[in-house]
């Protein structure tokens, strides 16, 4: 069984430009999660999808940040514009229908200049 | 509010010695709690849970837990430490179907 994919890998930006981050869950996955996990913290829930609607998105930053699920299946998850602050890694995750089985991708590390 | 605190952030271990990597919780409901390993440059990965069942809790790689209710703890230890356990490990907690919290981490090293 395929992982948890996601892309790019590494992004090297400068402050004010935007970025976008992809994720494709596991195959039949109805939530997906993104992550932020900035260099010597946990991971951070940005955003919770059930299907292609939103369940939690109270810790995104909306004015800078959006996020996407169309169909169900794959992600974006957006920044414009970018901030020295967003260095981070974001990871994706996705879950058969439960918290506790959360699967994650390895990661999109994020620096800004 | 629930959150968790991972006592170290970082702990050096020789090879084949114990390892205790401390979590105490804090949760104004029964908790479920969690631990991940997360290898360089990987996403994480679920060693163990607790969603009350077994206090004990076994998981993969020869890692288990306690919950201790009595201490808010749920302290992660495996008898005899290898080297290909060094990573960093992350408590969480969670409950119903809520997000889970995560702690800040605790970087562990393998002293051959």
């Known amino acids: 069984e395929a992982g948890v994919a996601q892309s790019p890998r590494y992004k090297i930006i400068e402050k004010r430009q935007s970025v976008a981050f992809w994720c494709n869950p596991i195959?039949?996955?109805?939530?997906l999660y993104w992550y932020q996990q900035i260099l010597g913290q946990g991971p951070k829930l940005l955003i919770q999808f059930q299907n292609n609607g939103v369940v939690d998105d109270s810790q995104l930053p909306k004015d800078r940040f959006s996020a996407e699920r169309l169909k169900g299946v794959d992600s974006t998850l957006k920044i414009q514009p970018a901030k020295l602050e967003d260095s981070a890694v974001y990871l994706c995750?996705?879950?058969?229908?439960?918290?506790?089985?959360?699967?994650f991708g390895p990661g999109t590390r994020l620096t800004v200049t | 509010a629930q959150s968790v605190t991972q006592l170290g952030s970082h702990v050096s271990v020789s090879e084949g010695a114990l390892v205790l990597l401390r979590c105490n919780y804090s949760?104004?409901?029964?908790?479920?709690l969690f631990w991940y390993v997360q290898y360089p440059n990987q996403g994480l990965q679920l060693l163990l849970k607790y969603t009350s069942a077994a206090t004990l809790v076994k998981g993969i790689n020869g890692f288990e837990a306690e919950f201790k209710k009595s201490e808010t703890s749920f302290h992660l230890t495996k008898p005899s430490a290898h080297m290909s356990d060094a990573a960093e490990y992350f408590c969480?907690?969670?409950?119903?179907?809520?997000?889970?919290?995560f702690g800040t981490g605790t970087r562990l090293t393998i002293i051959p």
């Open positions: 949760s104004s409901v029964p908790p479920y």
């Open positions: 995750a996705s879950s058969p229908g439960t918290v506790y089985e959360q699967y």
């Open positions: 195959s039949g996955h109805a939530t």
């Open positions: 969480a907690v969670g409950f119903g179907n809520e997000k889970l919290t």
